[in-house]
């Protein structure tokens, strides 16, 4: 049973700061993809920002410049570095990552770290 356990969410001012941590841990063979997505109330879940496995990303516009995307490859760790942090921020952050326990991949996911941003 392949787990993912995500930490960091909380209560943070406009133009804080925060770090999201998520660990992969379980019987995993190899992981493509790591990510985080996010939702807000009333609002679809949207792709924050993807690292594949050599290390190359992806963010969502909205994000560019003031999120960071990592990765651990030994730990089965991503982390997500917000800064300059705004109240449209304010959503449900799910770790996301496409991995395979065997030689079979499929989508797996936390079960969410709640941000808000607010004064």
């Known amino acids: 049973q392949v787990q993912l356990v995500e930490s960091g969410g909380g209560l943070v001012q406009p133009g804080g700061s925060l770090r999201l941590s998520c660990a992969a841990s379980?019987?995993?063979?190899?992981?493509?993809?790591m990510g985080w997505y996010r939702q807000a109330p009333g609002k679809q879940r949207e792709l924050v920002a993807i690292?594949?496995?050599?290390?190359?990303?992806n963010y969502l516009d909205s994000g560019k410049g003031r999120f960071t995307i990592s990765r651990d490859n030994g730990k089965n760790a991503v982390y997500l570095q917000m800064s300059s942090l705004k109240p449209e921020d304010t959503a449900v952050y799910y770790c996301?990552?496409?991995?395979?326990?065997?030689?079979?991949?499929?989508?797996?996911w936390g079960q969410g770290t709640q941000v808000t941003v607010s004064s």
């Open positions: 690292i594949n496995s050599p290390g190359r990303t």
């Open positions: 996301y990552a496409r991995l395979a326990a065997t030689t079979h991949f499929s989508d797996h």
């Open positions: 379980g019987s995993i063979f190899a992981i493509d993809n």
